[in-house]
């Protein structure tokens, strides 16, 4: 996507930090996808809806367990928006979750990160493994 095509002030909340990207993948593969990752990444999944999951550490942080929901936006067809806000916990935790964590595990759904520019070309698309 162009850096034109920067959607984060329609997902905007105010005094939350988020990371967000777009996929061309099914919500249901997203969303299975989001649920291995966080048995991976010792979470737990403390509640599911059919478009947003709440994710908790089972450790315990230096603010409490971290607690991160993920909600999807299908802005377009065969696009989804995916964003990811802290719900409980360290920030500097929660910035390392998705920074470190999130994006190299989510590799193989993301289409783009938001904010980022020309990192992810087009002819990655037919990359995307969405089973």
Same mark, same amino acid.
């Given at each position: ?12 909340? #105010?005094? #939350?930090?988020?990371s967000m ?6 919500a249901s ?6 649920? @291995?990752? %966080? ?23 230096? /603010?409490?367990?971290?607690a991160v ?12 928006? @995916?964003?990811?806000? /802290?719900? %409980? ?12 964590? @999130?994006?190299?595990?989510? #590799? ?14 087009? #002819? ?8």
């Open positions: 996507m162009s850096s034109g095509f920067d959607l984060s002030n329609m997902f905007k909340d #105010k005094g #939350k930090s988020g990207f777009t996929s061309k993948c099914s593969a997203i969303m299975a996808k989001l649920r @291995v990752v %966080a048995e991976r990444l010792n979470f737990r999944v403390v509640c599911e809806k059919e478009f947003k999951v709440k994710l908790q550490g089972k450790t315990e942080g230096r /603010k409490g367990k971290l929901s993920a909600e999807l936006f299908r802005v377009a067809t065969e696009v989804e928006v @995916v964003k990811f806000s /802290k719900l %409980a916990g360290d920030t500097l935790e929660y910035t390392k979750f998705c920074e470190e964590d @999130v994006r190299p595990a989510l #590799k193989d759904v993301v289409w783009t990160w938001q904010g980022e520019e020309n990192e992810c070309e087009l #002819k990655n698309v037919e990359n995307l493994d969405c089973h």
